[in-house]
T-cell receptor, first 115, second 113 residues
Framework: NAGVTQTPKFQVLKTGQSMTLQCAQD?????MSWYRQDPGMGLRLIHY???????DQGEVPNGYNVSRSTTEDFPLRLLSAAPSQTSVYFC??????????????FGSGTRLTVV | DAKTTQPPSMDCAEGRAANLPCNHS???????VYWYRQIHSQGPQYIIH???NNETNEMASLIITEDRKSSTLILPHATLRDTAVYYC??????????????FGKGTLLTVNP
């Protein structure tokens, strides 16, 4: 049981490049989310999904796309990277929207720098 | 979702109880109180959650006031490894918001030897 796995752990992009941040969970969780965390700030919700084939926008969705073709995977795509997207990205998953006794399980993060 | 207010930082001596307060005066009847913590550079970790009653698990206790406008997270015997930012989050299930966690800046708890 690996929990929530994020790849890569570190990435440097040039402005305008595109890339996909991978997130996979092996706990059969229905809910999955992507957050970003800027220095000294709390986490902000980018996109979320309540099940395969269903996604919706969070607080800061601009510049990002998601899809949920399987229960296990929830990739985050940066369409055209900008320096403002330099951040640490966390993926999270849960049963029942985090209301189980285990809450949300977070991955270890992807540290992205856009130059 | 209701907003929360937490002190920006607190100190605690190792081995003593750490009591972290949270105000959520605008909480509504169907909203839960959640606590997560984030140890430096790691992903947040779920600690505990509750609706009305006090809750306890292997990590901590959660005390919610009778009017539900504030709560306290208690770490009974703090260790150096409990040094982290602690987030108090209120989230309900109205309008499908039960899967959205809104993180504030939290409380930086420093446990001192």
């Amino acid at each position: 049981n690996a929990g929530v796995t994020q790849t890569p752990k570190f990435q440097v992009l040039k402005t305008g490049q595109s890339m996909t941040l991978q997130c996979a969970q092996d706990m059969n969780h229905e809910y999955m989310s992507w957050y970003r965390q800027d220095p000294g700030m709390g986490l902000r919700l980018i996109h979320y999904s309540v099940g395969a084939g269903i996604t919706d926008q969070g607080e800061v969705p601009n510049g990002y796309n998601v899809s949920r073709s399987t229960t296990e995977d929830f990739p985050l795509r940066l369409l055209s990277a900008a320096p403002s997207q330099t951040s640490v990205y966390f993926c999270a998953s849960s049963y029942y929207g985090g209301r189980s006794d285990y809450g949300y399980t977070f991955g270890s993060g992807t540290r992205l720098t856009v130059v | 979702d209701a907003k929360t207010t937490q002190p920006p930082s607190m100190d605690c001596a190792e081995g003593r109880a750490a009591n972290l307060p949270c105000n959520h005066s605008t909480i509504s009847g169907n909203e839960y109180v959640y606590w997560y913590r984030q140890i430096h550079s790691q992903g947040p970790q779920y600690i505990i959650h509750g609706l009305k009653n006090n809750e306890t698990n292997e990590m901590a206790s959660l005390i919610i006031t009778e009017d539900r406008k504030s709560s306290t997270l208690i770490l009974p015997h703090a260790t150096l490894r409990d040094t982290a930012v602690y987030y108090c989050i209120v989230s309900g299930n109205s309008g499908g918001s039960n899967y959205k966690l809104t993180f504030g800046k939290g409380t930086l708890l420093t446990v001192n030897p």
